[in-house]
C-alpha cells in the first residue's frame, strides 16, 4: 500500500468512528443528563444502559461479518455501507418523535425500540471497521491507527453528546437529529470512494472438522483460554472497565444535582472533555512510539483512577454542601476524559496485537465485548448502588476498585515480561 494510500485509509477509519461515535455520543454522553434533567432516578438512569447491549454481545454475530459478504463491494466495506445507511435512517426516525410526549409510556418504547436498533447497527458496523482496520493497518501502525479510533469515537462524543445537548436546550429536537443524520451521511462519503483490498476469507472447515459446531465455536471464541498468557490478558479485559462501569450511569446526574444545565454540561463538559481526550489520545500515541505499550497502559491507568479522586472530592463537598467553584467540575471532567482516552489507545492497541489475523474482526470484537459486558452489567446497577449509597460512598468504593483493577495488569506485565 502507498503513502498516500496509508493516509486515505487513516482517514477513512477516523470518519467511520467519527460517525458511529455520533449516535453512541448520544447514549452514552447526552441521555443519562437528559434522562436526569427530566426527573429520572438514578436506578433508572442505570437500567437505560440495556439500550447498549447490542455493544457487549456482538460478539455472537462477528463471525458471520467476519465469514460473509460482498465480494464486489468490498468484504467489510459492504457491511460498513449498508449499517451506516441504516442508521441514517433511525436518526431520521428519531428527529420526528414527538419528545413532548416522552412522560407516556407508548412514547418511551418508541424511543427505547430505536435507539435500540440504532445501536445494533452501530455495534455491527465495529465488528466491521475493526475488522477492516486489522486487514489494511500495518504492523507499525497500529498505534496510529487506534488513535484515530479513539479520536474518531471522542469526536463523536464530543458531537452527539456535547453539541446534542447544547443543541437541545438552544434549537430544538428535530434540529437537532437531522444535523446528527447529515453528519453520519458525510463522514460516510470517505468509505464509498475507497476500494477495499481483496482478502482470503478462509472457509472455517480449513480449521476444524466440518458440522462439528462445538468446535467452531472453541476455535473462534477460545482464542484467550490458548495460553497462561491469553488467560492473564482474559483476566485484564475483565478488569479494565469496572470503574467506568460503575461511574458511567451517576456522573453526568451528578452534575445536574449540582445545578447545571445541559447547555453547559454540552458544551464545557462533554465538548471540551473530548477536545481534552483528542489531545490525550495523540500523546499516548506518542508516548506509546517511544516506550513499551504495556508500561504504558499501567501508567495510563494508575493517573486515570487519580482522575476519579477528584470526582469524589468534589462529591463530598457537594453533598457536605460546602461551596466549590464550578471550574473545578470542568476541570474534574477533562482530566478524566484525558487519561481515559491515553488508557484506551494503549489497551485497543494491544487488543489488536492479540487478534488473529483470519479472525480480525471476530478477534478484536470478543475482546472488546468482553469489557463491554462487564462495563454494561455494572452500569445497570451502579444507578440503583448510588441511590442507596450516595454519591461521595459509591465514587469512594469505585476509586477503591480503580486501584485494585491495576494489579491484574501489573501481573500480566511481569508474567508476559518472564517469558
Known sequence: ?????????????????????????????????????YGVSLTQIGFSG??????AIKFLWAPAIDRFG??????????????????????????????EQLHQLSALWYLCIVLLLMNTLCATQDIA????????????????GNTFQVMGSRLGFLLGGGAVLYSIDILSWKTTFIALAIGVTLNSLPILFYREPQFKIVPQATFVKKNNILLKIKNIYGHLWHSNELKLWLLVLVTYKIADGLSGPIIKPLMIDMGLSLAQIGLYVTMFGAVCALFGAWLAAWLIKRFS?????????????????????????????????LFHVYAA??????????????????????????????????????MTLVSGGLYVVGGKLADSMGYTTFLSLIFVLSMLCILPKLYWFYMKKSV
Open 70 to 99: 460482498y465480494q464486489k463491494m468490498g468484504h467489510y466495506r459492504f457491511w460498513i455501507i449498508l449499517t451506516q445507511a441504516l442508521t441514517i435512517v433511525c436518526l431520521f426516525i428519531l428527529a420526528y418523535l414527538p419528545v
Open 1 to 37: 500500500m502507498s503513502e498516500k494510500a496509508n493516509s486515505y485509509a487513516l482517514m477513512m477509519l477516523l470518519a467511520l468512528y467519527l460517525a458511529q461515535g455520533l449516535p453512541v455520543g448520544f447514549m452514552t454522553q447526552a441521555l443519562p443528563a437528559l434522562l436526569r434533567h
Open 293 to 325: 505499550l504495556a508500561v504504558m497502559l499501567i501508567w495510563f491507568s494508575i493517573l486515570q483512577s487519580m482522575a476519579i479522586l477528584y470526582y469524589l472530592i468534589l462529591a463530598y463537598l457537594f453533598e457536605q454542601q460546602i461551596g466549590f467553584s
Open 129 to 144: 471497521t475493526d475488522g477492516l482496520a486489522v486487514n489494511i493497518l500495518k504492523k507499525g501502525q497500529v498505534h496510529w
Open 333 to 370: 471532567n477533562a482530566v478524566e476524559e484525558f487519561f481515559a482516552a491515553m488508557s484506551l489507545v494503549a489497551m485497543l492497541s494491544l487488543i489488536m496485537l492479540y487478534a488473529r489475523e483470519k479472525f480480525a474482526g471476530t478477534d478484536f470484537t470478543v475482546q472488546v465485548s468482553i
Open 50 to 55: 440495556l439500550l447498549m447491549l447490542p455493544w
